[in-house]
């Protein structure tokens, strides 16, 4: 169980650093490419992908370089989110992302839809819009109390990102939100691809990682992005992080292989359950009751979908 807690802990404290680096207006976008490269090390040292056996990858490379521009974008739309509703809704959408790969097996891969998986799915989505409920006045009070702590050392593409928000602000909740929800569900649909192909896990991590950070670093180059050193230092510990979450989420698996049940079940319910300890409890998130009310959803979406 000492991984599956680590795992937890690892997934929930990425959240946490994106939320801080929002508050104290850093780039997360360099946090993100400066995660990469310490990923991409860690990935090679822990998992010790077969480097020899990349030019068999063949048809795989499309979906890996969906996942080398997927995998960045979701990391900024996931801070995005934090910024917008906070961490506990941010990462219940996170988990509720299995949604997809569900839908997507009985719609493109011929899988049968049960009628426990329709309740699952109904769940889940009923879940999803209570998340995203954020009373009109609340939402707009909000927006302000973010627009008079910026700093003055914001970059004037973060300005300019908040401007365009700030005028819509109701708009910009659900979306950040969705975009968390439909990319980790994406991701999830491609890396099950590649396993169906035949490509190692490993291996597939690596190459994507490295991808990943290579396309973003070229994109701010090209915008001519002021470099700033928090956001790179950050990187070191979000790169980490995420490495840190991956390997033991990987590791829980293959001690507890003959209870899959437990692992994914205690990974998805810790994190929402931290997620929300530490929401409310530290950075001080406000839930209405129908934010509650979505919490528990969400935990009875993952239950019922996973025991379909």
Known sequence: MIYLTIAVLCSVAVSVLLKVLRQKNIDIRQTIVAGYPVAFLLTFILLKP???????????????????????????????????????????????SLIIPIVAAFLLFGEILTGTRIFGLALGFLALGALVYRPQQAVIANTSGNTTTSGNNTNSISMAATETANKNPVLKTPLWLFGVWAGYGII??????????????????????????????????????????????????????????????????????????????????????????????????????????GLLLAVSAVAVLFLA
């Open 188 to 293: 999830d649909i491609l890396f099950k691809q590649v396993a169906k192909q035949g490509t190692a896990f490993p291996l597939t991590l690596f190459v994507s990682f490295g991808l990943a950070g290579l396309l973003l670093f070229i994109y701010l180059l090209i915008t001519h992005v002021r470099w700033q050193g928090q956001a790179l230092m950050a990187g070191l510990l979000l790169g980490a992080l995420n490495m840190g979450n991956i390997y033991a989420y990987v590791r829980a698996h293959q001690v507890l292989s003959d209870s899959p049940s437990i692992v994914f079940t205690g990974m998805n319910v810790g994190v929402i359950a931290v997620a929300t300890i530490i929401g409310v409890g530290i950075f001080k998130e406000s839930l209405n009751r129908i934010n509650m009310l």
């Open 50 to 96: 077969d480097v020899s056996s990349v030019n068999t990858l063949g048809a795989a490379w499309g979906i890996i370089i969906a996942l080398g521009v997927l995998l960045p974008a979701v990391f900024v739309m996931l801070g995005r989110a934090i910024e917008a509703v906070g961490m506990v809704a941010t990462d219940a959408a996170q988990r509720l």
